[in-house]
């Protein structure tokens, strides 16, 4: 377990955790940082994308689709410690994305009353790295991080528009997102060393 993919799991979810309650704090209650404010307004004045919900509409149905044509394909190359990790990752994203909200009481710019972390972006962040971490092929691997990083940006541009979440709550889904995904490597890191081994 002292390997050094061991090690540097460890050490990303460490940070992602760290920066994850650091901000948390520092945004907790009605607190809004400069840079928040500037984001949104910078947002607001620019017409990047419709003034609606649709870029978001299809999120979650897209979101399933990519879940489950990635573990299909895992399952059917056999490599089954891989899926289990993917779903692992996909199914906990979801239940942290509900429950984290409700470390930190912060009022979205919409009056919602639990905003951060954002849901939508912790839910993008971890699917989209497990998507990346799935790839084998460095052609595919290349396409899957030209895609994440849009459907990161997409998402992360639809909810500060729409004034769902401040931009630091984008931040804070992001960073608990890839400390979730740090943490499923972390724990099936023996099973997938094991694997490569015996390969």
Do not use: C
Not at 14 to 26: I, M
Not at 64 to 77: D, H, I, K, N
Not at 78 to 84: D, K, M, N, P, S
Not at 127 to 138: F, G, K, N
């Amino acid at each position: 377990m002292s390997s050094a993919p061991a090690v540097a799991w460890g050490l990303v979810a460490a940070a992602s955790a760290a920066g994850f309650v650091v901000l948390g704090l520092h945004v907790e209650g009605r607190h809004v940082p400069a840079w928040d404010a500037d984001v949104l307004r910078f947002v607001g004045r620019h017409r990047i994308l419709p003034e609606n919900d649709e870029p978001l509409s299809a999120a979650p149905y897209v979101g399933g689709a990519v879940v489950a044509v990635v573990l299909a394909a895992l399952l059917r190359a056999r490599r089954f410690v891989e899926a289990g990790a993917f779903a692992a990752t996909a199914a906990g994203a979801a239940v942290l994305s509900e429950t984290l909200k409700h470390a930190f009481v912060r009022p979205s710019p919409d009056g919602v009353s639990v905003s951060y972390p954002s849901g939508h972006t912790l839910l993008t962040a971890a699917i989209a790295a497990a998507v990346v971490l799935a790839a084998r092929d460095a052609r595919l691997r290349a396409t899957a991080v030209v895609l994440a990083a849009a459907a990161l940006a997409v998402v992360a541009i639809a909810i500060v528009k729409l004034h769902w979440h401040y931009p630091s709550d984008v931040v804070g889904g992001w960073l608990a997102g890839i400390a979730w995904v740090a943490v499923v490597r972390l724990a099936a890191h023996p099973w997938l060393e094991r694997r490569r081994r015996d390969a």
